[in-house]
C-alpha cells in the first residue's frame, strides 16, 4: 500500500481526573501528530498535485483548519469535569475544547480521528482517505488508530 504522511504539532492543556498519578493535575503536553492518507496518484498533466496523493501543504492547511488550529494552545476538557470547566470558564476569553470522553491520548487521537476522516474524505474522486493517524502525548507515549477499510 502506498501512503504519504505529514506530521505536525500543537500545545494543548489537559487533565485526566480520575488518574492515580500526576496526571490528575493541569499540565500540557507538545503533540505531535502524524496523518497517514492513502489514495490513488492524481494523474493531470499540468496539474500542481499531478503526481501525488495529495499536496503535502493541502493535507497541512487541512489538518490546521479542521484540527490543529483549533486546539492549539487550549485546555481539552472533559466534559465531565465539572470543576476545571468551571474555572476555566471564570477566565475572559479563555481558549478551551470540550471533549466528550477522558482526555487520554487514546481518546484524543479516537476523536482527531473522526474530524480528520470526514476532512479528508475523497477531495477528489481518488479515494483518498485517512489511512492511519498517530498521536503522540510525549515524546515516548502515543496512540495510533488504524480506518477499519
Ligand atoms: N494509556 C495512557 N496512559 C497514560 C496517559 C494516557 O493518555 N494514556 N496519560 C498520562 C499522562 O497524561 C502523561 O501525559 C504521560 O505521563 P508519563 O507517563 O509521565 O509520560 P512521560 O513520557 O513524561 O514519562 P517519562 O517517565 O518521563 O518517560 C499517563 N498515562
Ligand atoms: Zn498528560
Redesign the pocket.
Known amino acids: 500500500m502506498l501512503t504519504i504522511t505529514r506530521k505536525l504539532e500543537f500545545d494543548a492543556g489537559h487533565r ?1 481526573p480520575d ?1 492515580k498519578s ?2 490528575r493535575n493541569l499540565h500540557g ?1 507538545r503533540y505531535t501528530l502524524e496523518i497517514t492518507l492513502v489514495g490513488d496518484i492524481i494523474q493531470q498533466e499540468g496539474s500542481s498535485d499531478n503526481g501525488m496523493i495529495m499536496d503535502f501543504s493541502d493535507v497541512k492547511a487541512i489538518a490546521k483548519e479542521t484540527l490543529v488550529d483549533v486546539w492549539d494552545h487550549a485546555f481539552l476538557a472533559y466534559a465531565k469535569d465539572t470543576a476545571v470547566r468551571e474555572f476555566l470558564e471564570s477566565i475572559p476569553g479563555h481558549k478551551t475544547v470540550i471533549i466528550d470522553s477522558i482526555p ?3 481518546n484524543l487521537a479516537r476523536t482527531a480521528f473522526n474530524i480528520l476522516h470526514a476532512a479528508y474524505k475523497d477531495r477528489y474522486g481518488t479515494g483518498l482517505h485517512l489511512h492511519k493517524l498517530v498521536l503522540h ?5 502515543w496512540a495510533e488508530i488504524t480506518a477499519d477499510n
Open positions: 485526566i488518574h500526576q496526571c503536553h487520554t491520548v487514546e502525548e510525549t515524546p515516548n507515549c
